[in-house]
Nanobody, 121 residues
Framework: QVQMIESGGGLVQAGGSLRLSCTAS????????MGWFRQAPGKEREFVAA????????SYGDSVKGRFTISRDNAKNTVVLQMNSLKPDDTAVYFC??????????????WGQGTQVTVSS
C-alpha cells in the first residue's frame, strides 16, 4: 500500500502561482510513476501532468502546457506541481496519484485525498 498526502492548495488571484506537493509513504520502494489530476464540480477528472520514476519523462494536459511543471524528488518521496499563470478555469480539487505513467485515472493505483485550488478573477 502507498499513502499519498497533498498539500499547498489555496486561494490565488488570476495570474498568480501555487506550488502543490504530494508525499508518498508506505511501499514507496516500488518504482511508481506519479501523476496529478483535477476535478471541478460537475466535471470528470482531468489529467494535468505525469512524471516517470526516473523523472526523465513527463507529460502535460493541453490546458496546462507551458504554465505547469511537474517534478519529483525520490529521496523525499515527493512530487511537486508548480502552477504559474493561473486562470479561473484551473479551479478544482487537485489529486496526486501513483501508478503507471498515463493520462488515464484507471492506470493509477493509489490516490491522495485531494487539495482545493481556487483561482479568483
Amino acid at each position: 500500500q502507498v499513502q499519498m498526502i497533498e498539500s499547498g492548495g489555496g486561494l490565488v488571484q488570476a495570474g498568480g502561482s501555487l506550488r502543490l506537493s504530494c508525499t508518498a509513504s508506505g511501499r514507496t520502494s516500488t518504482s511508481y510513476s506519479m501523476g496529478w489530476f483535477r476535478q471541478a464540480p460537475g466535471k470528470e477528472r482531468e489529467f494535468v501532468a505525469a512524471i516517470s520514476w526516473s523523472g526523465g519523462r513527463s507529460s502535460y494536459g493541453d490546458s496546462v502546457k507551458g504554465r505547469f511543471t511537474i517534478s519529483r524528488d525520490n529521496a523525499k518521496n515527493t512530487v511537486v506541481l508548480q502552477m504559474n499563470s493561473l486562470k479561473p478555469d484551473d479551479t478544482a480539487v487537485y489529486f496526486c496519484a501513483a501508478g503507471s505513467i498515463s493520462n488515464w485515472p484507471r492506470d493509477y493505483s493509489y490516490w491522495g485525498q485531494g487539495t482545493q485550488v481556487t483561482v479568483s478573477s
